[in-house]
């Protein structure tokens, strides 16, 4: 069946520095592919999207590349601050309702 | 309050209880889902309904038995759970279903523990 893997599983960057999250999918008819950020005891929020027709983009300090070739997607999160501190989920739309979801990183910041 | 609310916010129950989850959503959204969230997996869609109307069962035990009396609201009914079925069940609403409208607004959740 569909899956999406993402990694890594937990990432611990210094205050400051970049933070990379990739995630892989299986679905080549997948288009679109939310990043939704979970804090800890808090309900997950959508930090970014990207669609199929697009191969990045921006948002502040966050940004989303897709390659559609190799049917993986990244997270890229700069100047990183302790409020980054979360678990990110990954995933990529299937069906019209239906998301794939990876299982998360938890991101930790250093100060 | 705005946005998804979700109640109550934790819940044990034996596994021969019946108990109900209860979701509201004020954003005037058509479509709302049921989520099973448990540690270090991914998100699994359990129900999804549009306009009322449930278009998803995804495999789902029939312990577990959703309700969707409007737009508005969604309830799991809970009946003679299994221990594996502890987990954070989320309620999120979206727009609707198609290209456009499929951002999700989840609810806080409910910490769910079946003993």
């Known amino acids: 069946g569909e899956n999406v893997e993402q990694h890594p599983s937990t990432l611990s960057v210094q205050e400051g520095d970049s933070a990379v999250i990739k995630c892989t999918y299986s679905?080549?008819?997948?288009?679109?592919f939310p990043w939704y950020k979970q804090e800890l005891g808090k309900r997950p929020q959508l930090i970014i999207d990207?669609?199929?027709n697009v191969g990045e983009k921006k948002d502040q300090r966050i940004a989303v590349t897709l390659n559609k070739t190799a049917k993986h997607f990244s997270l890229h999160i700069t100047e990183t601050q302790p409020e980054d501190s979360a678990v990110y989920f990954c995933a990529a739309r299937v069906s019209n309702y239906q998301l794939i979801w990876g299982a998360g990183t938890k991101l930790i910041i250093k100060p | 309050e705005t946005g998804v609310t979700q109640t109550p916010r934790h819940l044990v129950m034996g596994m021969t209880n019946k108990k109900s989850l209860k979701c509201e959503q004020h954003?005037?959204?058509?479509?709302m889902y049921w989520y099973k969230q448990s540690a270090k997996k991914p998100l699994e869609l359990m129900f999804v309904?549009?306009?009322?109307?449930?278009?998803e069962n995804n495999s789902v035990p029939s312990r577990f038995s959703p309700e969707c009396p409007n737009s508005s609201h969604l309830f799991l009914h809970l009946h003679t759970l299994q221990p594996e079925d502890s987990a954070l069940y989320l309620c999120a609403s979206s727009q609707d279903l198609g290209q456009g409208g499929e951002k999700l607004f989840f609810g806080s959740g409910t910490q769910l523990s079946v003993l």
């Open positions: 679905d080549s008819a997948s288009n679109y």
């Open positions: 990207i669609r199929s």
């Open positions: 954003l005037g959204h058509n479509a």
């Open positions: 309904y549009n306009f009322k109307e449930q278009t």
